[in-house]
């Protein structure tokens, strides 16, 4: 088709006159549709909220693929300056609505994905080997009459400067001389080939031998370990996800440290799982109370800090960023949260109507101590501290932890700006 367009625009001597043949022949439908797709491929290349855009070296393997089980919007990577990935969800920023779409640590919905992915191509893999080793041959065969056209040209070169050499007077010695000049330039490039031609055909031969035929075998058997070597760039790993994953669908939740996944395959089967992600506090973890309720009772049978830190990690139970486990200063955190160990419970009399120990306010809140201390400091909350041992003691009744708990759902990821009225507390009264 190329071929013919380029000879009718030779033939007419004008763009114009072949406008007006491709449309006499109604060869525009072909080039429209040629258009349509190269405009729907630009549109996806792009980066935004409803294309996947290129795959590119970024650490997160699901840059264009993820998306958010509650807006339906892709769900964009940002990078720590760890190197750590974080997927999130800007639909709050981009539609100025409250945040109710969560994001999440990259590591753990790639590793499920890409498990998947890897499992998925195991039946496949000794499949594979045959066409492999099939397209390596067909591959070398190309090659080889590639060098047999270029023998077959040099040798061309040689008779036809040989030809021309006889043809021409013996008393004409200046062409004479010329034409046999150009017989032997041609004969040295011949030489040239045919020497290339010999090395290529003891570095490559046509067929492939026994120990590069298992080498492929071995390769397309050990699929996990091409996806981890060196030479496997994210970009790669990328676009064999897009390959066999249309897309995946979490669902996260604020108030729990499980998420639903959702692996939309290509060709229609969809996969459910559900993956552990690391949250920043106690109070998202979903089994916090049967983790609180199983610490007190190891303490209540007499078990020291580092045995409860033990049959923690026994039981399956695990922290709220999942970093390690449960060592001794961690239990003596939750002691604290329960009054088990500690000063605080002995001196309850220093507490005022509606007033509360740091720690038993954040509790009741659900949120960090450190963020409510910091909110102390700022004057967000009445507070003071004993004289003796510098323990905070805040000042909250009913209608104060509402405004609280109000100030707690502005307080997310990437959300600094708070309303001036939740800022400022009530008037205590005297």
């Not at 004008?14 to 043949?21: A, D, R, T």
């Not at 994953?245 to 669902?251: D, I, K, M, N, S």
């Not at 199983?294 to 033990?310: D, F, K, Q």
Request: hydrophobic share 35%; with cysteine.
């Amino acid at each position: 088709m190329v071929r013919l367009i380029f000879d009718k625009f030779e033939e007419f001597g004008s763009i114009y006159g072949l406008f007006h043949w491709l449309i006499r022949n109604d060869i525009r439908l072909p080039v429209r549709a040629r258009w349509g797709a190269n405009r729907e491929r630009i549109e996806q290349n792009r980066n935004g909220s409803d294309s996947q855009g290129v795959p590119r070296s970024g650490a997160a393997l699901l840059s264009g693929v993820l998306v958010c089980g509650h807006c339906d919007r892709h769900m964009q990577p940002s990078y720590h300056a760890n190197g750590m990935a974080h997927y999130a969800c800007n639909r709050q920023y981009v539609e100025a609505t409250e945040p109710r779409c969560y994001g999440l640590t990259a590591q753990v919905i790639d590793e499920l994905v890409s498990q998947q992915v890897l499992r998925a191509l195991e039946p496949a893999a000794m499949e594979l080997s045959l066409p492999a080793q099939a397209d390596v041959e067909r591959e070398r065969q190309r090659l080889d009459k590639h060098w047999q056209q270029r023998l077959t040209r040099a040798r061309y070169e040689v008779e036809l400067a040989e030809r021309r050499h006889g043809a021409v007077d013996p008393e004409n010695r200046l062409v004479a001389s010329t034409l046999e000049k150009r017989w032997e330039e041609a004969l040295t490039g011949e030489r040239q080939v045919r020497e290339e031609y010999d090395r290529f055909l003891s570095q490559t031969p046509l067929r492939l031998s026994d120990e590069e035929r298992a080498r492929i075998e071995s390769l397309t058997s050990e699929i996990p370990a091409l996806w981890k070597a060196p030479g496997t760039t994210n970009a790669d790993r990328k676009q064999m996800i897009r390959c066999l994953v249309e897309r995946v669908v979490v669902q996260v939740r604020c108030d729990s440290e499980f998420v639903d996944a959702t692996i939309h395959w290509a060709g229609g089967y969809e996969s459910h799982h559900e993956i552990v992600r690391p949250v920043a506090t106690y109070a998202q973890l979903r089994d916090f109370e049967p983790l609180m309720n199983r610490v007190v009772e190891l303490r209540e049978a007499g078990h020291a800090a580092p045995e409860i830190a033990e049959r923690l990690n026994a039981e399956g139970f695990y922290p709220p960023k999942r970093r390690g486990q449960f060592t001794s200063p961690v239990i003596y955190q939750l002691l604290k949260r329960r009054a088990l160990i500690g000063n605080e419970r002995s001196h309850d009399e220093l507490l005022g109507r509606d007033e509360w120990w740091l720690t038993d306010l954040a509790r009741a809140l659900e949120m960090s101590h450190l963020k409510l201390r910091d909110w102390a400091k700022r004057g967000w909350v009445h507070s003071r501290k004993t004289p003796v041992q510098g323990r905070w003691i805040l000042w909250a009744d009913d209608e104060e932890r509402d405004r609280l708990r109000q100030l707690l759902t502005q307080s997310r990821r990437g959300v600094n700006a708070y309303t001036s009225k939740l800022r400022t507390p009530k008037e205590r009264p005297a």
